[in-house]
């Protein structure tokens, strides 16, 4: 091969990062498969080909809450209930509130107004604690949810919040780091040899400079808004084809599109939000379902046709970037095990969607349930995650065309995105008989 290329391709994608709390200081995991170094950078997704070989603590669980089940179900009025007396005791939150006694999925939500009981239900099964404290199925590997995430969830959509609410993350150049970019690409004299790309690569990446990372809806600092940011980070570098999880029918964006649009500069975006087809419920919505796919990636037309109802007419479609959004959306189940926190990521959609089915779906009004001890926020204050405040730019060079690609986008969960669409009123009750024991808060 020749040392002298007349055709070159970048490519920018996001490193994240940011200033994390004191807890964070030792470099350690924070959420399953992204890390965060000593100065706080958010800099490297694992991985994950066999999730079996994952190892943690097995906190100390009776044999009930150890058995798998197919449909566990969980009282949250009586949760509710329950853990407000551990908060008010200042008393330790056992295990099996603080992980939901097992559950790693919502499948349904149901309303019972005789009782005033709000019940979801799942399948659920024993679990391991990793270092980070993320909890993982003892048995399928499958991500634990979380009651924090749950709190976060119901706070992000409390009582009389407005129906056009929406929990979104974006990571967005500055213009100050366009201008530069563009003087660096008009100093740049073809052909390029070989002993150039790392220092080209390096003065685009200073060039560009940080990025920002915005979150909407949600605290900076919850989980909720750290995961929907680390998901993002690995989507990126998927498209980037920096992170390449080895998922047949998958190929980066960076692989698949032809590069020969000389010159040019695309930016690229691409949104995860919750799939269109996520509920239906009964005609007297008191039982809700949710479908087996929650999460879609969008590309940028479709994302502007879901969330305005029309596409800019100055913006031209690239067929590129919706195949890699569909590609992914079909390869989501795959990549999840392989790449975490997008397991994460469908968690946050799962718990945001219950949340929306309480305020905006009427399943709360009910059975007359505020939520209240939930959405305290001077009782309890979540845990603090150092979600990035800012994102340096990665430079990736191919040799093939002469094109430069910006990976944007984020995640968006809107209520409207959920229940604007029509609903089936042919949605089975699973089978459900409520304890007599008040204190029994989920059962089998």
């Known amino acids: 091969m020749s040392a002298r290329w007349n055709l070159f391709a970048v490519c920018l994608a996001a490193v994240l990062a940011a200033t994390p709390p004191l807890a964070a200081q030792q470099g350690q995991q924070i959420v399953q498969g992204v890390y965060i170094d000593g100065k706080g950078v958010l800099n490297s997704v694992r991985l994950i080909k066999r999730p079996s070989l994952l190892r943690g603590r097995e906190p100390a669980l009776n044999e009930d809450v150890r058995r798998s089940s197919a449909q566990r179900k969980i009282s949250l009025t009586r949760l509710e209930r329950l853990w407000i007396e551990h908060v008010k005791n200042r008393s330790s939150v056992p295990d099996e509130m603080r992980y939901l006694a097992g559950l790693y999925r919502i499948d349904y939500v149901v309303v019972d107004p005789a009782s005033g009981e709000v019940i979801i239900v799942g399948p659920a099964e024993g679990w391991i604690v990793l270092n980070d404290?993320?909890?993982?199925?003892?048995?399928?590997?499958?991500?634990?949810?979380?009651?924090?995430?749950?709190?976060?969830?119901?706070?992000?959509?409390?009582?009389?919040?407005?129906?056009?609410?929406?929990?979104?993350?974006?990571?967005?150049?500055?213009?100050?780091?366009?201008?530069?970019?563009?003087?660096?690409?008009?100093?740049?004299?073809?052909?390029?040899?070989?002993?150039?790309?790392?220092r080209l690569a390096a003065v685009l990446k200073q060039a560009f400079g940080p990025h920002r990372v915005v979150v909407s809806g949600v605290p900076r600092e919850c989980g909720i808004a750290f995961k929907?940011?680390?998901?993002?980070?690995?989507?990126?570098?998927?498209?980037?084809g920096?992170?390449?999880?080895?998922?047949?029918?998958?190929?980066?964006?960076?692989?698949?599109?032809?590069?020969?649009?000389?010159?040019?500069?695309?930016?690229?975006?691409?949104?995860?939000?919750?799939?269109?087809n996520l509920l239906s419920c009964t005609e007297d919505k008191t039982v809700w379902k949710l479908s087996s796919?929650?999460?879609?990636?969008?590309?940028?037309?479709?994302?502007?046709?879901?969330?305005?109802?029309?596409?800019?007419?100055?913006?031209?479609?690239?067929?590129?970037?919706?195949?890699?959004?569909?590609?992914?959306?079909?390869?989501?189940?795959?990549l999840k095990s392989?790449?975490?926190?997008?397991?994460?990521?469908?968690?946050?959609?799962?718990?945001?969607?219950?949340?929306?089915?309480?305020?905006?779906?009427?399943?709360?009004?009910?059975?007359?349930?505020?939520?209240?001890?939930?959405?305290?926020e001077d009782a309890y204050?979540?845990?603090?995650?150092?979600?990035?405040?800012?994102?340096?730019?990665?430079?990736?060079?191919?040799?093939?065309?002469?094109?430069?690609?910006?990976?944007?986008?984020?995640?968006?969960?809107?209520s409207n995105d959920v229940l604007g669409g029509t609903f089936s009123g042919?949605?089975?009750?699973?089978?459900?008989?409520?304890?007599?024991?008040?204190?029994?808060?989920?059962?089998?």
């Open 133 to 198: 404290g993320t909890a993982i199925g003892a048995r399928n590997r499958e991500l634990i949810l979380k009651l924090d995430d749950l709190i976060a969830a119901l706070r992000a959509f409390p009582p009389g919040c407005p129906p056009q609410k929406a929990v979104w993350c974006s990571i967005d150049p500055t213009e100050e780091g366009r201008r530069r970019l563009r003087a660096a690409l008009a100093q740049i004299r073809q052909p390029v040899n070989r002993g150039q790309i790392r």
């Open 228 to 240: 929907m940011v680390g998901a993002d980070y690995a989507m990126k570098a998927v498209a980037m």
């Open 242 to 276: 920096v992170v390449r999880p080895g998922v047949r029918g998958l190929r980066s964006y960076v692989e698949m599109v032809p590069l020969r649009q000389a010159g040019t500069v695309k930016v690229q975006r691409w949104w995860f939000v919750p799939d269109e």
């Open 293 to 334: 796919r929650r999460v879609r990636l969008l590309g940028d037309s479709d994302f502007q046709i879901r969330t305005s109802g029309e596409q800019d007419p100055f913006h031209q479609p690239d067929p590129w970037n919706r195949r890699f959004a569909e590609q992914f959306t079909r390869s989501f189940p795959k």
């Open 338 to 376: 392989r790449l975490p926190v997008l397991d994460a990521l469908e968690n946050v959609f799962d718990l945001l969607t219950l949340a929306v089915i309480l305020e905006h779906g009427g399943a709360a009004a009910l059975v007359n349930w505020d939520r209240s001890g939930f959405l305290d």
């Open 381 to 414: 204050s979540l845990r603090s995650y150092p979600t990035p405040e800012y994102a340096e730019t990665l430079v990736n060079i191919r040799v093939s065309g002469t094109r430069l690609t910006t990976p944007l986008g984020g995640a968006r969960y809107g």
């Open 426 to 444: 042919d949605v089975e009750r699973p089978p459900i008989s409520i304890p007599d024991d008040p204190n029994r808060w989920w059962w089998d």
